[in-house]
């Protein structure tokens, strides 16, 4: 199984490490400082002297990301059956999710703050807020991707609405469903991130600011290290999972 891994692997493996060289000789040729740009090397030691800060400060925003992919999905994939089910809700309510999709991130996170005080409450809806409209708009189109032949099936069985929902349009909904949780399972790290921007004395985001603050390239390259990690877990998790669940894909699925 490593071996396949491997083989399959072997060449982003083999660009990465390029780069990484390609990085360490760079900083040591022409001498860039510290503080500005450190060495590959540099870093890996601090991912290492570190990691009890690391860790520290990992798990506040691993809770916080967590708690905002379940939040966000539960809402969008709530509202999503609501639409499906009763267009006028779909047509009173979608535009506003629309409009609030517009608004960035960092000018609703200081509101958040205001209204909910700087806990880790304000963190968990940010992270929840960035991926709650992909999910949503997703799962409506999965929903509605049931083909008329499916339709017509489910009336000549005399399905009801529960089985035709359960057994046909959930069904038809879960490649699209996986599809916006996987891009959930990355940005639900950056909305913690942002909203420990905002204001919070322990997290990733919050040591991202204290090392950019007190020129600790190191720390702050081994942080970003550490936040990319937790978005390619929670991404791997996503992944596993829809292999899991998923037997089939249709051809339109995105």
Same mark, same amino acid.
């Given at each position: 199984?490593?071996?396949?891994?491997?083989?399959?692997?072997?060449?982003?493996?083999?660009?990465?490490?390029?780069?990484?060289?390609?990085?360490?000789? =760079?900083?040591? *040729?022409?001498?860039?400082?510290?503080?500005?740009?450190?060495?590959?090397?540099?870093?890996?030691?601090? /991912? @290492?002297?570190?990691?009890?800060?690391?860790?520290?400060?990992? /798990?506040?925003?691993?809770?916080?990301?967590?708690?905002?992919? @379940?939040?966000?999905?539960?809402?969008?994939?709530?509202?999503?059956?609501?639409?499906?089910?009763?267009?006028?809700?779909?047509?009173?309510?979608? +535009? !506003?999710?629309?409009?609030?999709?517009?608004?960035? !991130? /960092?000018?609703?996170? +200081?509101?958040?703050?205001?209204?909910?005080?700087?806990?880790?409450?304000?963190? $968990? !809806?940010?992270?929840?807020?960035?991926?709650?409209?992909?999910?949503?708009?997703?799962?409506?189109?999965?929903?509605?991707?049931?083909? =008329?032949?499916?339709?017509?099936?489910?009336?000549?069985? #005399?399905?009801?609405?529960?089985?035709?929902?359960?057994?046909?349009?959930?069904? %038809?909904?879960? +490649?699209?469903?996986?599809?916006?949780?996987?891009?959930? #399972?990355?940005?639900?790290? *950056?909305?913690? *991130? $942002?909203?420990?921007?905002?204001?919070?004395?322990?997290?990733? =985001?919050?040591?991202? *600011?204290?090392?950019?603050?007190?020129?600790? %390239?190191?720390?702050?390259?081994?942080?970003?290290?550490?936040? %990319? =990690?937790?978005?390619?877990? /929670?991404?791997?998790?996503? #992944? @596993?999972?829809?292999?899991?669940?998923?037997?089939?894909?249709?051809?339109?699925?995105?």
């Amino acid at each position: 199984m490593i071996t396949r891994f491997f083989k399959k692997n072997w060449l982003p493996m083999f660009t990465t490490m390029m780069i990484f060289v390609v990085w360490e000789l =760079g900083i040591r *040729i022409f001498g860039v400082p510290e503080y500005i740009a450190p060495a590959p090397s540099s870093v890996f030691a601090t /991912l @290492v002297e570190e990691r009890d800060v690391l860790v520290r400060n990992f /798990l506040p925003t691993l809770y916080e990301s967590l708690a905002g992919f @379940v939040l966000g999905n539960f809402i969008a994939i709530t509202l999503a059956i609501a639409f499906v089910h009763n267009k006028m809700f779909e047509k009173a309510f979608f +535009p !506003i999710a629309v409009f609030v999709n517009t608004i960035p !991130i /960092l000018a609703v996170a +200081p509101v958040l703050v205001l209204i909910f005080g700087n806990g880790i409450a304000t963190k $968990v !809806i940010i992270a929840a807020l960035i991926c709650f409209f992909p999910t949503l708009v997703n799962m409506v189109r999965g929903l509605e991707s049931v083909s =008329g032949q499916m339709i017509e099936l489910g009336r000549i069985l #005399s399905a009801t609405k529960s089985e035709f929902f359960w057994k046909i349009r959930l069904q %038809s909904s879960l +490649p699209f469903l996986f599809s916006a949780l996987k891009i959930a #399972s990355t940005t639900c790290v *950056i909305g913690a *991130i $942002v909203g420990e921007w905002v204001g919070a004395d322990i997290g990733l =985001g919050s040591l991202i *600011i204290e090392a950019t603050f007190n020129f600790r %390239s190191p720390l702050l390259y081994a942080t970003v290290i550490v936040s %990319s =990690g937790l978005a390619v877990i /929670l991404f791997i998790t996503v #992944s @596993v999972a829809e292999r899991m669940i998923i037997k089939w894909k249709p051809e339109h699925s995105a």
